[in-house]
């Protein structure tokens, strides 16, 4: 495999190291070469790239290929962020923003022209994620006040969507992916929309569509399918019940936290058609089937 960020990877981990080097005696000139290098090597790892996987047909090495890099930039990142930490002149702080930017850039560009290998599981840059956390938690404000407002809305299942929230912006770690990230904030942006708000159920519409499985909220949905008797339903209602079922746990969305409950799911629509299927072998015989609770 190719080493494309060979130069950066020796630059950020040696050349301005903070605790190897004194870097607050660097000159001025210096420190202007130095970004140079930086642009010039955006630009050739850019190209490195492409002509790399234009080079390599086969799916698999063109993925182990991006991840690889995406992980290094990740890592290279997140080094440029400690640093950034020590007591530095200003062009010194200067220079690892810049740094920082061509970095960001060449993930970006990763993410933008070969999504289809791009590893959205993969922890977001420490940088990165307060950046986009300060944004997410600005929005997290505007949603108080829209909800604050609305009193048509189930206080209950305003404050299931606000906690969510609140510990995502407040209570993260940072070890926070892609894919965790991409899902609340379309999450968040949804739920700001006007068309959202008109109503308690357009609110549940889009829960529901994102698979909104957080602990407090599928407690309230399986209390609505505890203790139902499927030997009082006809075949209609039947059929409606098992819709209902699988509407609720909705998979296969932009982020799935909770894969036990596919499991949890599969099993009440098994135990729910068995006993459907018991309940007609059984009406002559007067045996009544069990009722069914998740």
């Known amino acids: ?22 870097v607050n005696l660097f000159s001025d000139e210096y420190i202007q070469s130095l970004i140079e290098q930086s642009y010039s090597e955006q630009e050739q790892v850019r190209d490195t790239m492409v002509e790399w996987l234009v080079g390599n047909p086969k799916i698999r090495d063109k ?29 010194v702080a200067s220079l690892y923003e ?8 060449t993930l970006d560009f990763i993410e933008d022209f070969f999504g289809n ?15 986009s956390l300060e944004d997410f938690c600005n929005k997290l404000k505007i949603l108080k006040e829209s ?4 009193d048509f809305v189930d206080p209950g299942l305003k404050d299931i969507i606000i906690n969510n929230f609140n510990k995502f912006c407040y209570q993260h770690s940072q070890n926070v992916t892609y894919n965790e990230l991409i899902y609340q904030k379309e999450l968040m942006d949804e739920l700001l929309t006007d068309e959202t708000f008109k109503s308690e159920q357009s609110i549940k519409e889009v829960l529901f569509y994102f ?20 030997c009082e339903l006809n075949l209609t209602a039947h059929f409606n019940y098992f819709t209902a079922i699988r509407m609720t746990y909705r998979f296969g969305t932009s982020f799935d936290r909770t894969l036990g409950l596919q499991i949890k799911a599969n099993a009440i629509i098994l135990k729910s058609n ?6 007609n072998q059984t009406l002559n015989s007067g045996v009544c089937c069990v009722s069914l609770s998740i």
């Open 117 to 131: 290998y791009f590893d959205r599981n993969e922890r977001v840059p420490a940088a990165y994620l307060n950046i």
């Open 1 to 22: 495999m190719a080493l494309v960020l060979n130069k950066w990877e020796n630059l950020i981990y040696t050349e301005i190291n903070p605790f190897q080097v004194n």
């Open 274 to 279: 068995e006993s459907f299927v018991n309940r």
């Open 63 to 91: 993925q182990q290929f991006v991840q690889f890099n995406q992980a290094m930039l990740i890592r290279l990142l997140d080094r440029l962020h400690s640093y950034r930490k020590e007591k530095l002149k200003n062009l």
């Open 98 to 105: 810049i740094i920082s930017t061509h970095l960001e850039n």
């Open 147 to 150: 909800a604050a407002k609305d």
């Open 211 to 230: 698979n909104f499985n957080e602990a407090d909220y599928m407690l309230v949905i399986e209390a609505l399918f505890i203790d139902i008797d499927v």
